[in-house]
């Protein structure tokens, strides 16, 4: 009978580690990016290669994530990457147009400086917004009379971001991401651990129609934040205002950010409540063990009760209950 194969003979080669040339550009862009950029996967060009020498990046983009192929050459490490961009985006040729309307001398890679570690992520920001700009042209050339109105009246604000979204079987639908309250989130909280920026959008999806309709169905309604403000305040137990037959995005927009604004402010001043609450455990249960000493949300305490000794940990929840869509 045949021999099954070894377990050491089933497992994948392990990756080679990058050229060291290469792996401090890479380490430089995760480090110093305000984007939460993630490494997908790291791979040889070469299959005897001894360093790999190209990577895929998930690249935030409109509430969710773009993913594009670097190529170095381990043999020539000083050379600028090639870059791959994502299927359904062949119309991105991002250095033509630019090289076309004259600001070709002005992209990073005009510039190459396989000395300057910053030299990727100078790369990935460059191309991230030529990227936004695509998108939003893209937009602009689509069949719908609501759509161009909503564009020409909310893509003027600052730091919005839209994109075709195309599934097959459905009708293309047009995502927005409008970034809400022009506050500093890092500056409520004294003391806060956050290395990057913290947000809220809201998600607005649009059915594409070519028709015209008198009272048109309201957008698919989402608020996100990025993962760390939950510790402060948690977007899932907001409840978004009604969105009112005939309403557009640059009316609905205000309304949503003064009742966000109340609900933030809010939320950082009982920080204040829940440490005194804390601080006033101490007389009872005298100092607790173990405390959050900047959100407050959870301490311990040693309590006794005849031959039983406990410890006694009080959490306070953030609310879960989901937000009703539009």
């Given at each position: ?77 000083k050379v600028a ?10 119309g991105f040729q ?179 409540c829940r440490r ?51």
């Amino acid at each position: 009978p045949a021999m099954a194969p070894s377990a050491d003979a089933a497992a994948p080669a392990p990756t080679p580690p990058l050229v060291p040339l290469i792996a401090t550009q890479l380490k430089f862009l995760l480090t110093n990016s305000s984007l939460p950029i993630k490494v997908v996967q790291i791979w040889s060009g070469c299959s005897s290669g001894r360093y790999a020498d190209r990577f895929t990046l998930g690249i935030p983009f409109c509430l969710d994530y773009v993913y594009w192929d670097f190529l170095y050459n381990a043999m020539h490490p000083k050379v600028a990457p090639d870059v791959i961009f994502g299927q359904g985006d062949e119309g991105f040729q991002p250095l033509v147009d630019y090289d076309e309307s004259g600001n070709g001398g002005k992209s990073c890679l005009a510039h190459w400086d396989y000395r300057d570690p910053g030299g990727l992520l100078c790369l990935v920001e460059e191309l991230r917004l030529l990227y936004i700009e695509y998108q939003k042209k893209l937009v602009e050339k689509v069949d719908d009379a609501r759509l161009k109105f909503e564009i020409s009246t909310v893509l003027a604000k600052e730091g919005i971001e839209v994109s075709m979204v195309s599934s097959t079987g459905r009708s293309d639908e047009v995502k927005f991401a409008v970034p809400l309250l022009d506050l500093d989130l890092k500056m409520m909280v004294p003391g806060c651990p956050w290395k990057l920026p913290q947000k809220i959008h809201l998600q607005a999806i649009f059915p594409v129609s070519s028709s015209y309709l008198s009272v048109p169905s309201a957008p698919g309604l989402k608020l996100t934040s990025t993962p760390d403000l939950k510790s402060l305040f948690s977007v899932d137990g907001v409840k978004l205002p009604a969105w009112v037959d005939g309403m557009c995005m640059a009316e609905y927009i205000p309304t949503l950010e003064e009742d966000l604004k109340l609900q933030v402010v809010d939320a950082s001043a009982s920080i204040g409540c829940r440490r005194r609450f804390i601080e006033a455990l101490a007389p009872a249960f005298g100092r607790p063990l173990e405390a959050d000493p900047i959100f407050c949300r959870k301490a311990t305490v040693l309590s006794i009760s005849g031959i039983f000794t406990f410890l006694n940990t009080i959490v306070h929840y953030l609310p879960t209950k989901r937000r009703s869509e539009c």
